[in-house]
């Protein structure tokens, strides 16, 4: 009877040491931008590796038709000069003239946003936790994500950028 005793305080033992091994290393666990590929607003492919960005990178995966998307992209437009310096990408699966009408709407001249169409599905396997819109992801110059939001206050994105 006590060899099962101290097997089990053994067992119990060696559970809880390797409890905070394994937090600790998902807590290290780096997600890197994704590789993709999808197709801008002319029909052209666009790569992540054609990407450049000094500072900031920040992927929105959006439906041109969402009531969401367009209230976080008009928090977006409203506060432009807090994302000075920060790359965007609005990426949709959705219908690429709606896309380029909600370009025009809210990003029209701006030279920072590149709007990428994806017809098909890829972002999927990009992006697998891309689940609602809009879904936004932001990484820093070495490529490794430093957040990921839901729909938010313009303020609740730009303090990820120090």
């Keep these: 009877m006590m060899h099962k005793f101290y097997a089990l305080l053994i067992c119990l033992f060696v559970f809880i040491a390797v409890q905070p091994a394994q937090a600790q290393s998902q807590a290290k666990t780096v997600k890197k931008l994704p590789e993709f590929s999808f197709y801008d607003l002319d029909g052209k492919v666009f790569t992540s590796k054609q990407l ?4 900031y990178l920040m992927v929105v995966y959006f439906d041109p038709d969402c009531e969401h998307c367009n209230a976080q992209a008009e928090q977006i437009k409203n506060n432009i000069a807090k994302f000075k310096g920060v790359t965007m990408v609005w990426l949709s699966i959705g219908d690429p003239g709606m896309m380029k009408d909600f370009k ?3 990003f029209a001249n701006s030279k920072q946003v590149i709007f990428l169409h994806d017809p098909t599905m890829n972002i ?3 992006f697998p936790d891309a689940i609602e819109t809009p879904t936004l992801y932001i990484y820093n110059k070495n ?4 957040a990921k939001l839901g729909e938010c206050k313009a303020a609740d994105i730009y303090k990820n950028f120090k």
């Design 124 to 126: 999927f396997k990009a």
């Design 52 to 55: 450049k960005y000094d500072k």
């Design 143 to 146: 490529k490794v994500q430093i």
């Design 104 to 106: 025009n709407k809210y």
